[in-house]
């Protein structure tokens, strides 16, 4: 179970494309690491972090624990997630987690991770409900219950969570914490593949082999009645 957890929380972590970006302006933040992360920037960023900015103090985390333009130190990163953490900061909270859960740059401590990634979820941060959610699945760091495992999960996947689609696909499929429904996984599997995630693909098309036409049709119906009502409250 804890070698499932452990690579379900990292394709959750993948998928926290916003979390890297810790809510800076984040054009500007990808032209930079596309360019290279510089010395003038990181020192722009240390700057606005030592006057308080939670956005800059995230940042810098991210540069630390990914070593861009600096050398990596897990340390000094933790130092900066909290510190932006502390101040509300969700994408620091969720990264403090992790960090917490690999014992990078702090003691490993599943309770804590979960903690971190608690706060995170309740403020709504699709990321961390994501990670929660297989906190759930494994029982590590809070007690298993797959009920809330897919409660979480859900939260993510309205949001249009790639991650979180895939694994509500998965508690379908398998009857996890929700009722048996192959029509919901394969609602959730498209969902999930059409927004870039290449497992749920191929396990949307492991189960079409047990399902009629008319469950496809069905779940098909779902997952457009899913993207169109989600692009209403868009606009």
Not at 37 to 47: G, L, M, P, Q, Y
Not at 133 to 150: F, K, L, N, R, V
Not at 206 to 229: D, H, S
Request: glycine fraction near 10%.
């Amino acid at each position: 179970m804890k070698r499932i957890l452990v690579r379900s929380v990292a394709m959750c972590a993948v998928a926290l494309a916003p979390v890297l970006w810790c809510g800076c302006d984040q054009k500007k933040t990808q032209q930079q690491v596309a360019k290279g992360v510089t010395a003038s920037d990181i020192e722009h960023f240390r700057k606005a972090a030592d006057q308080g900015d939670a956005e800059a103090q995230c940042y810098l985390g991210v540069v630390y624990s990914d070593g861009q333009g600096v050398p990596q130190d897990y340390t000094e990163a933790a130092k900066w997630f909290r510190k932006a953490a502390d101040q509300g900061n969700v994408r620091a909270m969720a990264l403090l987690g992790m960090a917490y859960y690999e014992g990078h740059g702090v003691p490993q401590d599943y309770t804590e991770a979960v903690k971190w990634f608690h706060k995170a979820a309740d403020q709504g941060y699709a990321g961390a409900q994501c990670l929660l959610g297989m906190a759930y699945i494994s029982g590590e760091g809070i007690p298993q219950d797959h009920t809330e495992a897919a409660k979480w999960t859900r939260k993510a996947a309205d949001q249009g969570y790639a991650r979180a689609q895939s694994n509500l696909g998965t508690f379908y499929y398998k009857g996890q914490g929700v009722p048996q429904d192959w029509v919901e996984a394969y609602k959730w599997f498209n969902l999930a593949a059409a927004n870039g995630n290449k497992s749920s693909a191929e396990d949307r098309e492991k189960l079409l082999t047990y399902m009629t036409p008319e469950q496809i049709a069905e779940g098909q119906k779902r997952a457009a009645e899913f993207i169109a009502k989600k692009q209403g409250k868009n606009e």
